[in-house]
Structures are given as C-alpha cells and as structure tokens.
C-alpha cells in the first residue's frame, strides 16, 4: 500500500521559504511521476509542480517558477518542495501526489496516490 506524508508546513511571513518533504512508501517509484498540488480555501486544487523520478526532469506551474524548486532523493525515497519568496496568495494546504503511469500531469485526477495534506500559511 502506497504511503505519502507530507511535512514541513507552517506559518511564515512574506518573503520567507519553507521546505516541504514527502517520504513515499509501499512500492518502488521508479517509474513514477511525483506531483505537489495545493489547495485555498474556497478554490479548487491546482498544480504547483512535478517530478519524474527516474529522471529527476522537473515541471513547475508559472505561478511558481523561479521560486519553488521540487527535488527527489532517491536513497530516502523523498520528494521535497523548496519553497522560497513566498508570498500570501501561496497560501493553501499543500499535497503531495504519486502517478504510477503516464508520466506528470497538471490533472489532480491523474494521480494516483495521495497524502493528507500539509497547511501552508503566509502571513502579509
């Protein structure tokens, strides 16, 4: 049984970064895709990033680029979410996916596996 669990959100004022960690469990990965999407109040979960784990290339929405930045330690079996210059609208509770086939997708309904969430809250 596949396993995800998010850590590392929090609260942070404007401009700070948070480093989030997904250790993933319960099959190998290496033909996965691993996604953080996120979720505000209100609206509907949107895509924030993405990873294959084989190659390690790496998609990001543009909302994002430039100061998230996602990585995978394949040795811990981990997908992290750098995140830096945060800003209020970052806001959301963020989650970690895992697409078995069909490489990345901005779809949440592509992914397979999903963990419980992490809340990320950045303060003005």
């Known amino acids: 049984q596949v396993q995800l669990v998010e850590s590392g959100g929090g609260l942070v004022q404007a401009g700070g970064s948070l480093r989030l960690s997904c250790p993933a469990s319960?099959?190998?990965?290496?033909?996965?895709?691993m996604g953080w999407f996120r979720q505000a109040p209100g609206k509907e979960r949107e895509f924030v990033a993405a990873?294959?784990?084989?190659?390690?290339?790496?998609y990001y929405a543009d909302s994002v680029k430039g100061r998230f930045t996602i990585s995978r330690d394949i040795a811990k079996n981990t997908v992290y979410l750098q995140m830096n210059s945060l800003k209020p609208e970052d806001t959301a509770v963020y989650y970690c996916?895992?697409?078995?086939?069909?490489?990345?997708?901005?779809?949440?309904?592509?992914?397979?596996?999903w963990g419980q969430g992490t809340q990320v809250t950045v303060s003005s």
């Open positions: 996916a895992a697409r078995g086939r069909g490489g990345w997708s901005v779809y949440s309904g592509d992914y397979d596996y």
């Open positions: 319960g099959r190998t990965f290496s033909s996965f895709a």
């Open positions: 990873i294959t784990w084989s190659s390690g290339n790496t």
